[in-house]
């Protein structure tokens, strides 16, 4: 049975938070002056993301599945700390799975002129059909 994968609903909004030291040096949330981007924006993100998304050996049937990936850019625009929280554990795998495939660099997020640690949130919602 040959599997039609259709995004119908491909939602990517984008929550960005830099840390500041505290005096313990632990690492706090706060907001950034400019958020981290991704090299042609979010539309050239969502077209890696969805380029590089591989469903064949990992669902069967039809329907909508949705999580939320939080990660890091660090100061480098490297993507670490790929996390996934969503109700289909095979769906959060498969997210995380093609997060770590793309290697392109992003645009740090900046704080007082400076390259900033962030932490993204991104909202991340499929339908499947026979």
């Known amino acids: 049975m040959k599997k039609t994968l259709l995004f119908l609903t491909l939602f990517f ?3 960005v938070f830099s840390q500041e030291r505290t005096q313990t040096q632990e690492l706090v949330e706060t907001k950034v002056d400019k958020a981290a981007e991704f090299p042609g924006g979010l539309n050239a993100f969502r077209n890696e993301l969805s380029k590089k998304f591989d469903p064949k050996n990992t669902f069967h049937g039809s329907g909508t599945y949705q999580t939320l990936i939080t990660f890091t850019i660090d100061e480098n625009g490297s993507i670490s700390q790929v ?5 289909n554990d095979s769906f959060n795998v498969e997210v995380v799975k093609t997060f770590k495939k793309i290697k392109t660099k992003w645009t740090p997020g900046m704080s007082g002129g400076n ?6 949130k991104f909202p991340f919602i499929m339908d499947f059909m026979n």
Not at 83 to 87: D, E, H, I, S
């Open 13 to 15: 909004s984008l929550s």
């Open 83 to 87: 996390l996934a929280t969503g109700k």
């Open 115 to 120: 390259p900033v640690k962030t932490h993204c």
